[in-house]
């Protein structure tokens, strides 16, 4: 009976030392995890072709988030979401989850990035450049780090152009020109629309800022100025600092222009 278990015994640590040597490693992570995941990249090429900054007034943009193993990202239109794995190798591979449903006039970005998540199973890190690619074949997408540019916007702006009238700029704002003033870390911007003191949300993102709903008092003012300049700051989809002046811009064209006061 003894020797029925110690044999019985023996088969079985032979065999579960077979299923250990058999047993799959789960490889270490990449060597760039570090430097992709945590931070917002901005798609800039897809399949050799250049992509403008903005798709629809939207950064098209992917973030590998840090924990959970997730993703998002949008083409310009659609939000879009999903899981991520990276691995030894600078492997990676995405799993489509859940996305927005909405019809945009460019959808071009969108598609692409689609066919990035179902094809890629590799990444390389070059600088700023983060690029996926399949095998060793061209990169299906490239990606350049979206960094925080809204410690330039810090301070208080005044107004001295603004698009799109026929009045001249000194008819528009006879005596006080519009300002905006943005706090460091704050989600809010005030100002004055050159008759009545406002606030409105604004949303950065990289280069990309969105204002909206302007709640201001209510004084009666005369002229267009006031009323032209909310409009078009709540159109606004971007901005460019350089130096003590400050451009913002719709699309591709700079419908406003500040100077640092």
């Not at 270490?28 to 990249?41: E, L, R, S, T």
């Not at 916007?153 to 026929?166: A, K, V």
């Amino acid at each position: 009976m003894r020797k029925m278990n110690f044999g019985a015994l023996v088969a079985m640590v032979l065999l579960s030392a077979g299923c250990a040597t058999n047993k799959p490693t789960v490889p270490a992570p990449g060597k760039d995890q570090v430097n992709i995941v945590g931070k917002k990249w901005q798609l800039i090429e897809l399949n050799g072709k250049a992509v403008p900054a903005t798709i629809n007034g939207k950064t098209p943009y992917l973030e590998l988030n840090a924990s959970g193993g997730r993703y998002e990202a949008s083409g310009g239109c659609n939000g879009m979401g999903g899981e991520y794995t990276l691995a030894a190798g600078n492997r990676v591979k995405f799993t489509r989850g859940m996305s927005t449903m909405m019809a945009c006039p460019d959808m071009s970005a969108e598609q692409g990035l689609g066919r990035l998540f179902e094809t890629a199973d590799n990444y390389a890190v070059s600088g700023n450049i983060l690029s996926f690619s399949k095998a060793k074949m061209a990169p299906i997408a490239k990606f350049k780090l979206m960094e925080d540019q809204s410690a330039s916007l810090t301070g208080t702006w005044e107004l001295d152009y603004i698009s799109g009238p026929r009045i001249a700029f000194d008819g528009l704002y006879p005596g006080k020109k519009p300002t905006l003033i943005f706090e460091a870390g704050e989600k809010r911007v005030k100002g004055n629309g050159s008759c009545n003191n406002f606030t409105s949300q604004v949303d950065i993102s990289g280069a990309s800022i969105k204002f909206g709903p302007v709640a201001g008092t209510k004084m009666a003012c005369e002229g267009q100025g006031e009323p032209l300049f909310f409009q078009t700051l709540e159109k606004v989809t971007s901005f460019g600092v350089s130096g003590n002046t400050l451009n913002l811009v719709m699309g591709d064209i700079a419908v406003m222009r500040f100077k640092k006061k």
